[in-house]
Structure formats: structure tokens, C-alpha cells
Nanobody, 123 residues
């Protein structure tokens, strides 16, 4: 089992920044691909970003590329999502997840999920 706890969400004005954190405990954190997904009310969950187990390869949805940066610190069992130039359409619940499957953008391939943290961007 891997337990994931997100933090760092909040209310921010458009153009602002937030950094989300996801602390993991349980099984060896470094064995997993870590991903961030988001879901807004009435919308389907969508892939945001992922990072491979070593941290050298990152993936982004087109909608956030260039604005968001994912990173991980395996020594701290934590993955981060730095979100800059936030837009109102970024408002959603953000969830981190852990997977051992290379299909990083497919949420059904993730084994463990956190409870989510809310991000609200005002215009």
C-alpha cells in the first residue's frame, strides 16, 4: 500500500502561483511513476503531469506545458507540482497518484490516489 496526502491548494488570482505537494508513505516511493490529475465539477478527470521514478523524465498535458513543473524528491517521498501563470480554467480538485504502469496519462493505470486538494483561480 502507498498512502498519498496532497497539500498546497488554495485560492489565488489569475496569473498567480501555487505549489502542490504530495507526501507518500508505505511501499517504496521511488518505484512508482507519480502523476497529477485534476477534476472540475461536472467534468471528467484529466491528466495534468507525471514524472518517472528517477525524476529524469516528465510529462505534461498541453494545457499546462510551460506553466506547470513537476518534480520529486525520493529522499523525502514527496512529489511537487509548481503551478505558475494560473488561469481560471485551472480551477479543480488536484489529485496525485502512483503507478507502476508506463501509461502515465491513463488514470485507470494508477494504483493509489490521494484525497485531493482544491485549487481555485479567480479572474
Amino acid at each position: 500500500q502507498v498512502q498519498l496526502v496532497e497539500s498546497g491548494g488554495g485560492l489565488v488570482q489569475a496569473g498567480g502561483s501555487l505549489r502542490l505537494s504530495c507526501a507518500a508513505s508505505g511501499r517504496t516511493f521511488s518505484n512508482y511513476i507519480m502523476g497529477w490529475f485534476r477534476q472540475a465539477p461536472g467534468k471528467e478527470r484529466e491528466f495534468v503531469s507525471a514524472i518517472n521514478w528517477r525524476g529524469g523524465i516528465t510529462y505534461y498535458a498541453d494545457s499546462v506545458r510551460g506553466r506547470f513543473t513537476i518534480s520529486r524528491d525520493n529522499a523525502k517521498n514527496t512529489v511537487y507540482l509548481q503551478m505558475n501563470s494560473l488561469k481560471p480554467e485551472d480551477s479543480a480538485g488536484y489529485y496525485c497518484a502512483a503507478s507502476r504502469n508506463p501509461r502515465y496519462s491513463d488514470g485507470t493505470m494508477y494504483d493509489y490516489w490521494g484525497q485531493g486538494t482544491q485549487v481555485t483561480v479567480s479572474s
